[in-house]
């Protein structure tokens, strides 16, 4: 590939994502409102798809306010970070054969490593907004955030350890047969798990309960560092549907009749849409319980799940 | 009364005095007047001494004697302190008056005795400006704490014209500001301990887990709730000093906003009380229509907690599909009454005009529709595991606490006490219907919501019985002091005519008495405590709200438990703002 192509992929790939984030907020609120028997976001253009516009404009122009009392660098700094974290992973994804940013070879540790990097915008952005509630989401959100990393990773190692690589390129190429989600069935659901709750989004929205904490470590923000935080919960949304789909449904391989890019994009939207019917029908568990759940049963299962795939993976090359 | 007398001769031969005396009064609750000093002892003794036992201080209150001419045979006081002690064995109140002397009169505190008289001494304090002598904390928790006077005294004017234009100047602004911070301090609380600073949290008055105007500050270590203080007040519109103000007609629709979501049902607990003291019999017709109208808006309201309570723990939906089928309560409420959430539709001696053509189709729909959209949201909300792990074991109280606390409705059901006002003081005609009054074991949040769902099935089965048996005849009582006054001769004599004319003008007077009503409304027990002086509106109401001692417990099963608890916690207690502060 030319440089040329490159900078045309990466400038697409952003293109592409930046307009999906903010579509999803037309389409959470549309599907929403379908599952709870309402009508929805419906004047604004066609099926009310135009609000995102509207969102987006009002949000722009909002007040940039920044309250006297929190610390004024790192209260700017966080909502940047987690839209840049984010963003980062995408360069990993391979949304077709050859539409993808760069294929690392440590493909999956830089996912680890970029989503490591995400909580450090709610405890940064909690702590600088010097608020009760913020600070109490954004502690919620460290223990929560860096608990669910641990079995986000290991519920991966199974992956890994029959592909044999860390490169998502081959670990596609490895689903030619069978989608690993057939294989590391545990992998997958402790996988999206452990995904919903680094995007803590409901039931594991507990950095932000709006019934307890208002906002949580938000709860100070608003106009376009606000959106910053809106956007970055879409992003990681559609990163942790992407994901799932590369690591355990094939990514972009399917029949013939459609093109691969296009069946990555169904894929991952079917993703999204559970998410959203997740936020529609569940409660959501408290701190402890979610802790407990945590270390308690997912971090022996995904253990479990790593020693089987291990063993089974050296009984059949053995054999 | 043969309970009064003996009550009475019991408290004699106890306290070998014969300086209690007895009041009769319309609603043949045992009154009697005790000597001021020894009003601790006498309560101990009716609460542990006495066979049956009054268990629970349903509710203490005060009456400014100092403007009442029609006060015959009882003694001398310039204030009186009303106190209504429940026996759950003997099924019935005793009522016990204590008259005070003096501008500023004070007594002793019974806090040591019931827990609930905290609030209720507070508030006696606030509105009276009676000092409780040995009370813990006699601060003011309706009105603001820089408020001059107390309301309910008859000098205090009623209306804002009459107090001078309201100004908030700067430095005033300051002053109340100041006045609104919490200072852990007086409350006994500590900042820290050796180990622990504490986190001090408001939550509230504006915070989305409160429904409503209320402030509760959290003494918090980590995430768990060490203490907390509920500060009340902010919704506080002075129910009680209207009713002296307004007729006896024209305060119905003010306690239509007291439990805001009970509409009508608040209507019956006041109009209940002046029919008592009016002597009129309502019609069968009547009853039931009450009846009726009262169980629809039991399902919305509970429609409204249980959509909320899910909310509280996090689950989005299910309030949209509960307030969608409270619609359809509505639309029956709006085709009988033309109101919805306040129809302001019961009068005095029965309602407001008769039903409705085709009313029996809209309730047949209802009827036939919502038992299935029950067992609908009970799979979606209370099977839901996730659900039950936030309630099951939170908020527990037992028995005992409940009814210390003055608990009741479905938060004293859920203790395993089989106790409905509808079974066991019917009024207004519950003795005619088929239901069963719901309960549970442990008095957990959980197990509240399941009374509260159940409680909703045995409504819809009162309301097929209301539309099945619906009696023929007149929908107001034929007396002269219902209002709309009857107008039937007034064309024809004028006596008729004059009478007419003074009832609509200026209400009817209703003669002189005390009468207290008692229903089970949404959220628990709901009594309205009238006083009339013979005059066209009342000398003193006062409303006994459920959710007000309800309240009063949070603090005492909240401490342990953690943030995310309170907010369960309180969404199971299912209160109502305006009910708390009237």
């Known amino acids: ?319 | 009364m043969l309970d009064a007398d003996n009550i009475l001769q019991l408290l004699q031969q106890r306290f070998a005095t014969d300086s209690f005396t007895e009041q009769r009064t319309v609603d043949g609750i045992p009154t009697i007047w005790v000597p001021g000093m020894k009003i601790v002892p006498i309560v101990q003794f009716l609460k542990s001494n006495l066979p049956q036992p009054y268990q629970m201080l349903y509710d203490l209150s005060a009456i400014d004697e100092r403007n009442r001419t029609k006060r015959e045979g009882q003694p001398a006081a310039d204030f009186t302190v009303v106190y209504h002690l429940y026996s759950f064995d003997r099924n019935s109140f005793v009522r016990l008056k204590l008259p005070l002397q003096g501008e500023y009169p004070s007594l002793p505190s019974i806090h040591e005795v019931f827990r609930n008289a905290n609030w209720y001494e507070r508030e006696v304090y606030d509105m009276f400006g009676i000092r409780f002598n040995g009370h813990p904390h006699l601060e003011r928790i309706l009105m603001p704490l820089t408020w001059q006077g107390h309301p309910l005294r008859k000098e205090h004017p009623a209306r804002a014209t009459e107090m001078g234009p309201f100004k908030l100047w700067e430095e005033k602004e300051v002053i109340e500001q100041d006045a609104l911070e919490f200072k852990p301090e007086m409350w006994g609380m500590q900042r820290q301990t050796e180990d622990a600073d504490f986190m001090f949290l408001n939550i509230g008055p504006q915070h989305p887990g409160t429904h409503g105007v209320l402030r509760i500050v959290l003494q918090l270590d980590g995430e768990d709730i060490v203490d907390a203080v509920p500060e009340i007040g902010f919704h506080h519109r002075g129910a009680e000093k209207m009713g002296e103000r307004q007729s006896w007609h024209t305060y119905i629709p003010y306690t239509d906003r007291v439990d805001y979501l009970g509409g009508v049902m608040n209507n019956l607990a006041y109009l209940l009380s002046v029919e008592k003291l009016a002597g009129i019999e309502i019609p069968d017709r009547a009853k039931v229509i009450r009846v009726m109208l009262c169980e629809l808006f039991r399902i919305s309201s509970h429609l409204v907690w249980f959509g909320t309570f899910a909310q509280d723990v996090g689950q989005l939906s299910p309030v949209f599909y509960m307030f969608t089928d409270r619609e359809k309560v509505f639309d029956i409420v709006e085709a009988i009454c033309g109101g919805r959430m306040h129809p302001n539709w019961f009068r005095i001696g029965g309602v407001a005009q008769d039903l409705p053509n085709g009313w029996e189709k809209l309730v047949r729909d209802f009827v036939d529709y919502f038992p299935k959209k029950l067992r609908e949201y009970n799979n979606m909300v209370i099977r839901n595991s996730l659900f039950k792990a936030r309630t099951k074991g939170i908020g527990i109280y037992s028995l005992e606490e409940a009814i210390e606390w003055g608990i009741t409705g479905a938060g004293l059901r859920a203790c395993g006490l089989e106790w409905d006002f509808r079974k066991k003081l019917p009024y207004s005609g519950y003795e005619m219907f088929d239901f069963d009054i719901p309960i549970a074991q442990n008095g957990d949040c959980f197990d509240r919501a399941i009374v509260r769902v159940e409680e909703m099935r045995q409504s819809v089965r009162i309301i097929e019985q209301c539309l099945n048996q619906m009696p023929a005849g007149n929908y107001k009582a034929d007396h002269p002091l219902t209002t709309p006054p009857i107008k039937k001769h007034t064309m024809e004599d004028i006596e008729t005519l004059i009478t007419h004319f003074l009832n609509v003008s200026w209400g009817p007077v209703i003669p002189p008495g005390e009468a207290m009503s008692c229903i089970e409304a949404t959220k628990g027990a709901n009594s309205y405590y009238m006083i009339s002086d013979g005059n066209t509106s009342a000398y003193r109401s006062r409303i006994r709200t459920p959710s007000f001692p309800h309240m009063q417990m949070v603090p005492y099963i909240s401490k342990g438990y953690t943030v995310a608890d309170l907010l369960a916690i309180l969404g199971s207690v299912d209160y109502v703002l305006a009910d708390i502060d009237r």
Do not use: C
Not at chain 1, 227 to 248: K, R
């Open chain 1, 1 to 319: 590939m030319t440089v040329m192509q490159h900078v045309w992929i990466v400038l697409g790939v952003l293109f592409v994502l930046l307009n999906i984030a903010a579509g999803l907020i037309w389409l959470e609120r549309r599907m929403l409102a379908v599952w709870q028997d309402r009508l929805g976001p419906n004047r604004a253009g066609p099926l009310g798809i135009l609000i995102v516009l509207a969102d987006t404009l009002k949000l722009f122009f909002k007040e940039d306010w920044i309250p006297p009392f929190a610390d004024k660098g790192i209260f700017v700094l966080a909502p940047a970070i987690v839209v840049g974290s984010v963003l980062m992973t995408f360069v990993i994804i391979p949304f077709s054969p050859h539409i993808v940013v760069a294929d690392l070879n440590v493909g999956i540790l830089f996912f680890l490593a970029m989503s490591s990097l995400g909580v450090y915008s709610i405890v940064l952005g909690g702590w600088a907004s010097n608020n009760k509630y913020s600070l109490l989401g954004a502690l919620r959100g460290a223990s929560q955030m860096i608990s669910y990393e641990v079995f986000m990773g290991l519920s991966l190692m199974g992956v890994v350890m029959l592909t044999g690589s860390f490169s998502l390129g081959d670990i596609i190429a490895a689903q030619k047969n069978v989608w690993f989600v057939f294989t590391q069935p545990l992998g997958f659901i402790i996988f999206l798990i452990a995904g919903i709750a680094e995007t803590h989004r409901l039931p594991f929205d507990i950095p932000e309960a709006e019934s307890e904490l208002v906002a949580g470590y938000h709860a100070e923000y608003s106009g376009m560092k606000f959106g910053m935080f809106f956007i970055g919960e879409y992003l990681g949304i559609t990163m942790i549907s992407a994901m799932t789909v590369v690591l355990f449904f094939g990514g972009w391989a399917g029949p013939s009749f459609l093109p691969p890019v296009l069946w990555f994009t169904i894929k991952t939207f079917a993703f999204i849409l559970l998410f959203i019917l997740l936020r529609a029908s569940l409660p959501r568990p408290r701190y402890d319980q979610l802790m407990e759940y945590g270390w308690k049963i997912l971090l022996p299962l995904v253990l479990v799940n790593l020693m089987v795939t291990g063993a089974v993976a050296l009984w059949l090359r053995g054999g």
